[in-house]
């Protein structure tokens, strides 16, 4: 005995094949669509579970103050390596050592590179020592300059350059001087004064280099 078709409330008749094919059509989107919904739910809190991981588990902390760079140890190494006296500059509370290094090429250079210790301050200053060199080598680093005047510190002339005019935004000032065989320069971004006052804490150490040529 054959079944009588469902009447579908809303309806008032049985469904047709279409209908039906219809509405499970539209069940099974809905069903898929809030699969969907589901699994996005669950990867968004997989997320933020994995952060909050990596977040907690990271070593909290400042980061730690770089370690200070021993001057008169590279310098003993330079004065080893080069048979002669090398500058060591003892910087003040003003200043930081940035860079100590010995460079290669055709002229050997010592130089110790300072910058102001202050957070908020700029420039910088770089103390070169070149062996065997005078004042000709100097427009090696200075753009081409050639001293523009000079200046006096502690009872020694220094040779001035002034390349403020220039628009060189490393490169401001500079003040050089002979000593014994090498050339002493002074170079940077930092003012003529604060340059001076630097130059003369190396003034003893220039005399002996004078006197072990």
């Given at each position: ?6 009447v ?10 279409q209908?039906t094919a219809d ?20 990867a ?7 952060v ?6 990271v070593?909290?902390?400042?980061v ?28 003040d ?36 020592q070149a062996?065997?060199?005078d ?14 005047g000079?200046?006096?510190?502690a ?9 403020r005019?220039?628009?060189?935004a490393?490169?401001s ?19 003529p004064?604060?340059t001076?006052?630097?130059?003369e ?11 072990a040529e």
């Amino acid at each position: 005995m054959s079944r009588e078709p469902r009447v579908v409330a809303g309806l008032g008749r049985p469904e047709t094949a279409q209908e039906t094919a219809d509405r499970k059509a539209e069940a099974s989107r809905v069903y898929r669509s809030s699969q969907t919904f589901r699994n996005l739910i669950a990867a968004l809190i997989v997320t933020v579970a994995v952060v909050a991981i990596v977040v907690l588990g990271v070593p909290r902390g400042e980061v730690p103050d770089r370690p200070a760079i021993d001057v008169a140890a590279i310098a003993a190494d330079v004065e080893t390596s080069m048979q002669r006296p090398a500058l060591v500059v003892e910087a003040d509370d003003y200043w930081r050592v940035n860079e100590a290094a010995l460079s290669g090429g055709s002229t050997r250079v010592w130089t110790i590179t300072l910058a102001p210790a202050a957070d908020d301050a700029r420039g910088f200053v770089r103390v070169a020592q070149a062996f065997d060199a005078d004042v000709t080598w100097a427009p090696q680093v200075l753009d081409g300059m050639a001293p523009t005047g000079t200046t006096t510190i502690a009872g020694r002339e220094w040779d001035e350059f002034d390349l403020r005019g220039r628009g060189s935004a490393n490169i401001s000032y500079a003040i050089g001087t002979q000593a014994g065989p090498d050339y002493v320069l002074l170079y940077g971004s930092q003012s003529p004064e604060a340059t001076a006052e630097l130059a003369e804490t190396l003034s003893a150490q220039i005399d002996d280099l004078e006197e072990a040529e």
